[in-house]
């Protein structure tokens, strides 16, 4: 009863009341909720209009429904239902899979934001080092200059992402990287991320260290794994240099890939830093020597600036999926919308079209009584 109820103003024509008969009596529609009977019967019908014009044709003429046109028409209108089908699941999984990275958004951002004043207060104890001991002479500053530059290992942690759909996020990463490595002979790659990995084993670029940990779950003990092997790395000197590759969230709508180097450290990075103003000045002693705390401060150090480039390049990973996922359902709201509006056009033409006949028949008639 529902379907053939007319819309007020929008009669439905012959050939459209026999497909949709055709349609429902094939069960085509059998699936299909009762409150969206009539929206589905819309776009079928404007399916029709735009991808099978020869069956509403065939109708007209004929003033028949054949068994060959009937099969025609089911296997149509199975056609138009598998394709809104298809859509709206689309538009289930991609609002699912954005509100899933909204999230792990905030919740990474928080544990950031509650681990950041413990290493920003080793960056300032490092500061404190230098400031009162600038003569201290540590391996970690040591940058090796007596190695000529074409000669100088460099070793470089790429940040990138387990999974795809998540925007131009991995390409960035990947293509500096890319660049990067093209700069200089002697490179020594550590990749965190399934994409990473695949990327550069499909390119044949030996990977030094494959850190087998998934990137949706940044942790400070898998962030101190990584400084370790870095670390020894360094100090065993396999790499002279080490440069980390990550992707920094700028704000909702913006994120910019970012290239540091951990070592050896920069003397001048600690130099320019502001102190707060509830860290004591005074003179501090360093038991048992300036080198011992370094050794100490230092690995924990860059253990912070790994696990706030994890969080940082999770973070951004999950905002570029929300943009994507957030597109993706936009188009598929404007293409069932399209669908109903192009229906909407070719009925107003089809009933204008009727409407002219009929005033047309009517004058004809008035002048034959003449």
């Known amino acids: 009863m529902e379907l053939l109820r007319q819309p007020l103003g929008r009669p439905l024509s012959m050939q459209e009341q026999v497909i949709t008969l055709c349609a429902a009596t094939h069960r085509v529609m059998l699936d299909v909720a009762v409150e ?10 404007e399916w029709f209009a735009n991808h099978h014009p020869e069956v509403g044709k065939e109708l007209e003429e004929k003033k028949a429904l054949s068994d060959e046109l009937a099969g025609q028409i089911t296997a149509a209108a199975k056609e138009i239902q598998s394709r809104i089908k298809s859509i709206q699941d689309t538009r289930k999984i991609t609002s699912a899979m954005y509100l899933i990275s909204s999230t792990k958004m905030k919740k990474s951002k928080k ?10 207060t080793l960056q300032s104890l490092i500061h404190r080092i230098l400031r009162h001991m600038p003569d201290t002479r540590h391996a970690y500053f040591d940058t090796r200059e007596t190695i000529p530059k074409e000669k100088r290992v460099r070793g470089l942690l790429v940040i990138t ?11 960035n990463v990947l293509k500096q990287a890319q660049e990067w490595m093209e700069a200089g002979k002697n ?3 550590y990749v965190v991320g399934e994409l990473g990995r695949a990327y550069f084993e499909s390119r044949q670029l ?19 794994c990584i400084a370790s092997t870095l670390i020894e790395d360094f100090m065993e000197g396999r790499v002279d240099e080490v440069w980390i590759l990550y992707t920094q969230m700028i704000n909702s709508m913006k994120t910019e890939t970012r290239m540091e180097q951990l ?5 001048e990075n600690f130099s320019g830093i502001s102190i707060p103003a509830d860290i004591h000045q005074e003179e501090i002693r360093m038991v048992p020597s300036p080198e011992a705390v370094m050794d100490h401060v230092v690995p924990n150090y860059v253990t912070g600036f790994i696990f706030g480039a994890l969080v940082e390049s999770f ?7 929300m943009m994507a ?3 993706a359902s936009d188009n598929a709201a404007a293409l069932l919308s399209e669908l109903s509006m192009e229906y909407n056009r070719l009925r107003q033409a089809a009933i204008t079209q009727e409407i002219t006949e009929v005033v047309g028949g009517a004058r004809a008639q008035r002048k034959k009584k003449r």
């Open 206 to 224: 030996p990977i030094e260290e494959q850190f087998h940990y998934t990137v949706q779950n940044p942790t400070m003990h898998r962030a101190r």
């Open 187 to 189: 490179n020594r790659l």
């Open 263 to 267: 070592l050896p450290l920069k003397r």
């Open 36 to 45: 969206r009977i009539k929206e589905f019967q819309m776009s079928m019908l």
């Open 161 to 171: 992402g387990d999974k795809g759909l998540a925007g131009s996020y991995n390409h």
């Open 325 to 327: 996922m957030q597109s």
């Open 111 to 120: 544990l950031l934001s509650d681990t950041e004043p413990y290493f920003y």
């Open 315 to 321: 973070c951004s990973e999950q905002n570029e999926r």
